[in-house]
């Protein structure tokens, strides 16, 4: 069978697209809240304080696994950018699941189980 013409094809390929962007949103707004604090942007500014606001529920996990390194007012968020990481190895290992429903042939599960042994 043509794993092309499958019926799960097309919502595994939507279920990847979302989840890829939905993590791009995450991503951004986390590397808007990593620069933010270290220009010393002004917390109480607009901007500033929406992101901060937002994305506190997800940099609120990782807040407390490294020192705040502070530099002449400026804040380097370690946390943040493991934050970044983490969200992104659960999206990648997400996409590996939504992989494990597409419909293989026989042939092809036969050559991939092979190469699997040879690992």
């Keep these: 069978m043509d794993s092309s ?13 979302v ?3 939905i993590l791009g949103f995450i991503e951004v707004l ?9 220009l010393a942007a002004n917390p109480t500014a607009g901007f500033t304080s929406f ?21 002449e007012g400026s804040i380097f968020e370690w946390t943040t ?4 990481l983490v969200y992104w190895v659960i999206a990648v ?3 590996k699941l939504f992989l494990i429903g597409k419909t293989v042939s026989t042939p ?3 050559v991939k189980l ?4 040879s690992k």
Excluded: C, H
């Excluded at 992101?51 to 020192?67: E, M, W």
């Excluded at 950018?81 to 970044?84: E, H, I, K, T």
């Design 5 to 17: 013409n499958s019926p799960t094809t097309k919502p595994l390929y939507r279920g990847t697209q």
């Design 19 to 21: 989840v890829w962007y």
């Design 30 to 38: 986390l590397l808007f809240r990593f620069v933010l604090k270290l």
């Design 51 to 71: 992101i901060y606001g937002v994305t506190n529920f997800f940099a609120a996990p990782f807040l407390s696994v490294f020192r705040v390194i502070y530099v």
């Design 81 to 84: 950018l493991l934050a970044m």
């Design 93 to 95: 290992g997400v996409i």
């Design 108 to 110: 092809e599960a036969a």
């Design 114 to 117: 092979d190469e699997q042994e």
